[in-house]
């Protein structure tokens, strides 16, 4: 499968913004789909996922109640609605899809497939 992440932007802080990733090649309804996000001179860190289904999320704590992912299996889309930005947010946002069954989903190590990243910026 191929990811196409895109929506990032320059914004202000307290700003929103949704990102879209965009699945080609094989049905997003087969995988686990989550984004990370690696800000400047940092590893890359797990942002959120979902379920094949949607019926299970999953946040990191800096993101809970501002940020909500979702997903449209019949546009093979995953979203990222991102509100009450933040400056520490900035970093550039990847998707990513897993294919295996797991207990969690926030190891990047454990994500078969990868996009090309969008970036987001956020100014005090």
């Known amino acids: 499968v191929q990811l196409q992440a895109s929506g990032g932007g320059l914004v202000q802080a307290g700003d929103s913004l949704r990102l879209s990733c965009a699945a080609s090649?094989?049905?997003?309804?087969?995988?686990?789909m989550g984004w990370f996000r690696q800000a400047p001179e940092k590893g890359r860190d797990f942002v959120a996922f979902?379920?094949?289904?949607?019926?299970?999320?999953g946040y990191v704590d800096s993101v809970k109640g501002r940020f909500t992912i979702s997903r449209d299996n019949a546009k093979n889309t995953v979203y990222l609605q991102m509100n009450s930005l933040k400056p520490e947010d900035t970093a550039v946002y990847y998707c990513a899809a897993d294919r295996d069954y797991r207990d969690s989903y926030d190891q990047i190590h454990e994500y078969d497939y990868w996009g090309q990243g969008t970036q987001v910026t956020v100014s005090s």
């Open positions: 090649g094989r049905p997003s309804s087969r995988y686990v």
């Open positions: 979902i379920s094949r289904s949607g019926g299970v999320t």
